[in-house]
């Protein structure tokens, strides 16, 4: 069949694996990315599918009604892949509006605009709303999030991704408009944005800089390879029911600081360093404010009824991950100049 799919903020680090993995897996569908290339949004991340027959890249606010009207006219989308967002805690920490008028206003657009385009013929039609594990707030040492834990979201970034998907199933529910949404924990791999502690580190330690652990280092986080997560967005987008929500998890939880002495350990190898070495970089810093001290999946639902499962174990991800950012330095180098060192700076105290 053929879909004209409108993938948003598919220059950014997740986008850009789902954008190459439909390309490349379905020549017969049209694939529309709509994103507004802030200092997320990379276009080099999608250099090797750009000339693709079935591939469009427009540049784009998701908040702009106008201009989100015109491309689903021009393009005739009928389906929705939504990942657009402002995705970094510490950033929502001290520019908690835009992060409101991102993720909350922006996914309102779309969603308004997609029933007002579909209205008429709902059949075939897909608003896939790509969300967040953090908006179930905070686990203590023991349990998992599944779908139906309450929402208990704690930042800003998660509070504005909460209410994004309580819009998408009031208009599931108010105007019948068919979504599906996934709850995703973290993910890593290539192409993520160095401000993110596996990517910031395995800079910093090229680079024999600080390594800034907030708190104590003690928090957990569950890790997906984002491969893996692509994979799973393919299969919901084909299989996902109707209004429902899957999470999406690695069952695979780390404590920070035994993440980062692995990432240490590899990068020692890797660079020919003494082992040990480039652990002695690690410094304590003050703690990220309200930081959730533990985030784990229960990702059974989408793997007994839609047979995904992660297929990566860490210890490859993490090796295929250090090795790319060890082969692609100039990507590296190209983004932190400029803006990047400014805010760097600033959330670092280096000034
Ligand atoms: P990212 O910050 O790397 O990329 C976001 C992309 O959205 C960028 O290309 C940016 O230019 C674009 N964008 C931002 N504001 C826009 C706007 N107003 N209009 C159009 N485009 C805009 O984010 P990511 O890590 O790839 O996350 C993608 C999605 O997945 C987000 O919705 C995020 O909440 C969700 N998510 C991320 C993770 C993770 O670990 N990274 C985990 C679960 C869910
Ligand atoms: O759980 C899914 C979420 O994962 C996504 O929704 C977010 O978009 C994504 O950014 C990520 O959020 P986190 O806050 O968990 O990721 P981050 O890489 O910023 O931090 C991971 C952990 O490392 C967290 O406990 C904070 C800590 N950290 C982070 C940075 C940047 C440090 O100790 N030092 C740092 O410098």
Redo the contacts with the bound molecule.
């Keep these: 069949m053929k879909k004209n799919i409108l993938i948003t903020g598919g220059a950014g680090f997740i986008g850009c694996h789902v954008v190459k993995l439909l390309v490349n897996n379905y020549p017969n569908y049209n694939i529309i990315n709509m994103d507004k290339l802030t200092y997320a949004g990379n276009l080099e991340n999608l250099k090797e599918i750009e000339n693709h027959p079935n591939y469009k890249f427009v540049k784009a606010d998701i908040c702009d009604i106008d201009k989100v009207k015109e491309v689903f006219e021009t393009y005739t989308v009928d389906s929705v892949i939504h990942l657009a967002a402002e ?4 950033r929502s920490i001290t520019n908690p509006f835009e992060f409101a008028q991102t993720n909350i206003l922006g996914t309102l657009t779309l969603l308004n605009q997609a029933k007002n385009s579909w209205l008429n013929d709902l059949e075939d039609k897909l608003f896939y709303h790509i969300s ?3 908006v179930y707030g905070s686990l203590g040492d023991t349990g998992l999030f599944l779908e139906d834990t309450p929402y208990d979201p704690k930042s800003p ?1 998660s509070a504005a ?1 909460a209410s994004s998907d309580h819009f998408v199933r009031a208009y599931n529910n108010t105007y019948g408009l068919p979504v599906v949404i996934t709850n ?4 890593y791999g290539p192409n993520q944005f160095p ?4 990517p ?1 580190f395995i800079n910093n330690i090229q680079n024999k800089k600080p390594l ?4 104590k ?1 003690e ?1 957990i ?1 569950d890790w997906l390879y984002v491969e893996d997560h692509a994979r799973a967005i393919d299969i919901v987008f084909h299989k996902g029911r109707n209004g429902e929500t899957y999470n999406i998890g690695g069952f695979n939880e780390w404590k ?1 600081i035994d993440l980062i002495k692995v990432i240490c350990k590899v990068m020692d190898k890797k660079l020919g360093r003494e082992i040990g070495e480039s652990e002695q970089l690690i410094t304590y ?1 003050k703690d ?1 404010a309200g ?2 001290m533990r ?1 784990a999946i229960d990702s059974t639902k989408i793997s007994e009824e839609l047979g995904w499962n992660p297929s990566l174990q860490f210890e490859e991800g993490i090796e295929k991950t250090i090795n790319w950012y060890l082969q692609n330095k100039d990507w590296l180098e190209n983004i932190i100049s400029g803006d990047y060192q400014e805010y760097y700076n600033k959330q ?1 105290n280096l000034r």
């Design positions: 995705s970094h805690v510490d967040t594990d953090e970034y991704k995703c924990s973290n993910n401000e993110k502690l596996i910031l800034p652990v907030y708190g280092g928090n986080r920070n810093v990220r930081h959730d985030y670092y």
